[in-house]
């Protein structure tokens, strides 16, 4: 009597194939800000905002001042970066031919635990914040841990 029930799936193989890829964001959006989350402000180490002018997409950093409080005079200027800039100079930052696509660019960021720095006049590439964690936490842990 009981083999019949041998037969029921016991996997579930849609759980494994339902991961989100690069590119999706927190809420679900798939935005144009395909950098997102991979930009950090060189002034004050927040990550910046994605934003957009003109239709442009971008980043932008306030170093957590908003446009309602008082703003000390002496406050460094927001940092802005265009999207397209950045990938402009992906290839020459992470030292690979150019004519990549956007996604493989980000791929590379990813594999190298890197992330973009920028600052007033400059974009440079640094290990990532989250990438460093993770390094120690794979040390520590049993070895196995996976980068999302
Ligand atoms: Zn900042």
Redesign the pocket.
């Given at each position: 009597m009981s083999e019949g029930t041998a037969h029921e799936p016991s996997v579930d193989d849609a759980t494994f194939t339902a991961v989100p890829g690069i590119g999706t964001a927190k809420n679900g959006e798939t935005r144009r800000h395909v950098l997102a989350g991979l930009v950090v402000?060189?002034?004050?180490?927040?990550r910046?905002d994605g934003h957009r002018v003109h239709g442009h997409a971008g980043y932008r950093?306030?170093?957590?001042y908003t446009s309602a409080g008082p703003r000390p005079a002496r406050a460094?200027r927001?940092?802005y970066a265009r999207e397209e800039h950045l990938l402009d100079a992906l290839p020459g930052l992470l030292e690979v031919d150019g004519g990549d696509t956007a996604s493989k660019l980000i791929e590379q960021l990813a594999e190298r635990g890197l992330e973009i720095v920028c600052t007033h006049h400059n974009r440079g590439l640094r290990p990532s914040m989250t990438q460093r964690r993770a390094n120690v936490l794979t040390r520590s842990g049993r070895g196995a841990l996976h980068l999302g």
């Open positions: 402000c060189g002034v004050c180490d927040r910046m950093c306030r170093h957590g460094p927001n940092v």
